[in-house]
């Protein structure tokens, strides 16, 4: 695996708990820099597909490097330290329940150890950029379903980490609001940065450094 190769899917196959074929030879490669939007319907594995990503689970044949490690079973430490390279929104990235709307954005910081001065110089900066200043003290229950989409990409924005893995960036946004992300999609994918963006809704706005696929009958077309 190339250095500049940050996500590597090769020939795998997954099955469903009930034995149904969710994978077969599925392939995919994200290089450092550049990013990708997966499109399918509810159903077709798109969840699945970050499972195997973040260790939640493994390839039955095949193999799924993140950043140059292989994925497996009984590495917890490693994996854990993968994800702390990883970024994320919607889907699997709930906010914890008992922090405040500022605990869960700057915590990405925290695990990373970073110094107190840095995380609150961060923190307000998110804050601020993501127009949550007056939900900060606030838990999730008590957010709109907007304020905690706009939570969740500001806890993934605070630590820059190398990748960014969106669930359905558009699900339950106004138009104003999409206009406002598809803007930080564009600004992220300028950056450096990478993300996987898996969506049922099809962007109709071309990102730049985006390759663009379909996930259908098990493959990435």
Known sequence: MSENVIVELNNV?????????LFRDLSFKLTAGQSAV??????????????????????E???????????????????NRIRQKIGGVGGSFELAPSFTVAENIVFPLVLAGEKKRVQTERLMK??????LLKQAGEHPDK??????????????????????IIDEPTAGLDSRTFDRIFEYL?????????MIILTSEKIEQRLP????????????I
Do not use: W
């Open 13 to 21: 196959y997954l099955r469903s708990d009930r034995g149904v074929d």
């Open 38 to 59: 997966i499109h399918g319907p509810p159903g077709s594995g798109k969840t699945s597909f970050i499972d195997l990503l973040l260790g939640q689970k493994f390839a």
């Open 61 to 79: 044949k095949g193999a799924v490097e993140m950043f140059g490690k292989v994925m497996r079973a009984g590495r917890g430490r490693q994996t």
């Open 126 to 131: 998110m804050l601020s950029e993501f127009s």
């Open 143 to 164: 957010l709109t379903r907007v304020e905690k989409t706009l939570a969740q990409f500001a806890r993934a924005s605070i630590a820059n980490q190398p990748l960014i």
């Open 186 to 194: 564009v600004k992220v994918s300028m950056s450096g940065r990478s």
């Open 209 to 220: 450094n985006c390759s663009y696929h379909n996930i259908a009958g098990g493959e990435l």
